[in-house]
């Protein structure tokens, strides 16, 4: 990928969404307003998809899904095309660019807007897709007072917001950025509100992200099933798909506790071209509930990538004890950090040929008790953690902490006797506000890990011995010596600059006491 284009593209983005903020912040707080922005960007992407898939499916016929649509001998069979394929209909006179039209002729009404998409939702009550949309533009209140007290000028401000998504270009075939996911972060960081502040939850930085969808699909041509049960707006699935060559994943699963991103998911696997029939999600607790099973039967994922939140608080009552998840460890992780429940979750949705690659806090490498538990059980019972890669500081939105990249792996492929240390907390690029990686720090640390040798002050492959001889504390310092030696002090010049240093000031002393005498001042 251009990291040129997609940074042009990127500010070309964010200043066409302040323009379009600057229209609704005076009216509502940043948490609000980017659901109207983000929910009509996502209409618009679905009539647009919607013209183009379907006019392609017509074109033997050579009948347009407006005439189609128009016609009583085609228009029930295209219906049925329709939900079959995309797994909705858009009537011609919802279409964005009919409204558009009627905005321009002073016909649009915010009403037809709003029936626009209760007849989207209403056209997959039902059907396979229902999942998939139901109350996906919820949070897109359009009889919300905050958008104006009368029709009228509600009317105002959601058509000026629909003339200036008009105008911002977002072919995804063409993109060069995940743009919904980029457009979140956009609005994320306009306006510093609370909900803002927490927005980099929800949304992994586009370094780290790559970083941990190239570590989890080294080798790998295509991909049964790849699973994020934190999955914030869904940008590590869309990477391990865009990181594996044949870009093939046959299913994706994902769990999100956020209303608000949860529908955000939803909508980033489908403006990505996702169809509704290859992803399962749910808007759940993920430690509390788990989902991922079928016929009541644990689901078991190729690949799974999480950013889950760090420290967070969770339960950890005594139910959580007979939880097949839980239970084998012998403890749970404190109420206080959840970090390792998350990991232990993912562990036990691993095929039998099953890859981890997780981002969490430094602390789960070396804190005691419970957590200690934890990390004998992963290593000298299952035995699948491959790699601790200690990533640099300030990478995420709305935190500046460091974090550390757990690889895990069922079939270890000869490496059953180790694991592998990184130390690539120098991997970044310097920014203002945040750190970013560079194509090129993502790429020493995937060689590293490829070539899992010994690199001096950068990588060590550690046996299990070593670690238990550490008590198995994974602390990367423990086994990356970065100790830089400082240059050796020569005693004697340094005494020798003292005694010209005490010449000069005594030199000094000396011309300053004789102004002093001559103006007839003490000394």
Known sequence: MSVEIAQKQSQELAAKLWDIANELRNNMDSSKFKNYILGVIFYRYLSEK?????????????????????????????????????????????????????????????????????????????????PAFEKLFDDMNLQDKDLGKEVSDRTKLISTVMQKVNDISFNVEDAKIDVLGTAYMILIGLFASDAGKKGGEFYTSEGPALLLARLATVGLEEVKSACDPCAGSGSLLLRVQDEISSHKVGHFYADEMNGSTYNLLRMSLLMHGVPYKQFTTYNEDILKKDKFYENGEPLRFTIQCANPPYSARWEASKSYEDDPRFSAAGALAPKKAADLAFLEHMVYHMDDDGRIAVLLPHGVLFRGASELSIRKYLIDNLNVIDAVIGLAPNLFHGTGIA?????????????????????????????????????????????????????????????????????????????????????????????????????????????????????????
């Open 403 to 523: 974090v550390v990249a757990i690889v895990c792996k069922k079939k270890r492929n000869g490496n059953s006797d180790n694991i592998l240390f990184i130390d690539a907390s120098n991997e970044f690029v310097p920014g203002k506000k945040q750190n970013s990686m560079s194509p090129e720090n993502i790429q020493r640390i995937v060689d590293a890990y490829t070539a899992r040798k010994d690199v001096d002050k950068f990588a060590h492959v550690a046996t299990l011995d070593e670690i238990r001889q550490n008590d198995y504390n994974l602390n990367i310092p423990r086994y990356v010596d970065t100790f830089e030696a400082e240059n050796p002090i020569d005693i004697n010049a340094c005494t020798a600059k003292l005694k010209e240093l005490d010449r000069q000031i005594a030199e000094t002393d000396a011309i300053v006491e004789n102004y002093f005498r001559q103006l007839g001042l003490e000394v």
């Open 50 to 130: 919607t013209e183009t898939y379907m006019n392609d499916l017509l074109k033997n016929d050579g009948i347009t899904y407006r005439e189609a649509l128009e016609n009583e001998e085609f228009a029930p069979t295209v219906r049925e095309w329709s939900i079959e394929h995309l797994g909705y209909v858009i009537e011609p006179q919802y279409l964005y660019d009919s409204m558009i039209a009627e905005i321009e002729d002073k016909k649009f009404t915010i009403e037809k807007f709003e029936k626009a998409v209760s007849s989207l939702i209403a056209s997959t009550l039902g059907q396979e897709s229902e």
